[in-house]
């Protein structure tokens, strides 16, 4: 039923740049907070960022001035324009969709994101 597709990992250089994408399929409340976590081995599943309907985001502080995320409510698609990327920044990146009230959140199978000189 419902599936989230991620796309644009990747391996990069310091400093260099990377645009994740995620689309979502499916039936899923319309209002609703998208959005990116990350995990790396041995540590919890952090926030990155989020976005909600109404334009509110969200941002983890080590990626703000860096990380932009934007979203397409009207295809249920949302975006990381990552930029100045570190090797700290270097994770498995999952989509996220959280609808308001009592429903189940939804999530992406990953992307991995390396980056490495």
């Known amino acids: 039923q419902v599936q989230l597709v991620e796309s644009g990992g990747g391996l990069v250089h310091p400093g260099g740049s990377l645009r994740l994408s995620c689309a979502a399929s499916?039936?899923?409340?319309?209002?609703?907070?998208m959005g990116w976590y990350r995990q790396t081995p041995g540590k919890q599943r952090e926030l990155v960022a989020t976005?909600?309907?109404?334009?509110?985001?969200i941002y983890t502080d080590s990626v703000k001035g860096r990380f932009t995320i934007s979203r397409d409510s009207a295809k249920n698609t949302v975006y990381l324009q990552m930029n100045s990327l570190k090797p700290e920044d270097t994770a498995v990146y999952y989509c996220n969709v959280r609808p308001l009230g009592p429903y189940r959140a939804y999530w992406g199978q990953g992307t991995q994101v390396t980056v490495s000189s």
């Open positions: 976005a909600s309907i109404d334009g509110v985001t």
């Open positions: 499916g039936s899923i409340f319309s209002p609703n907070t």
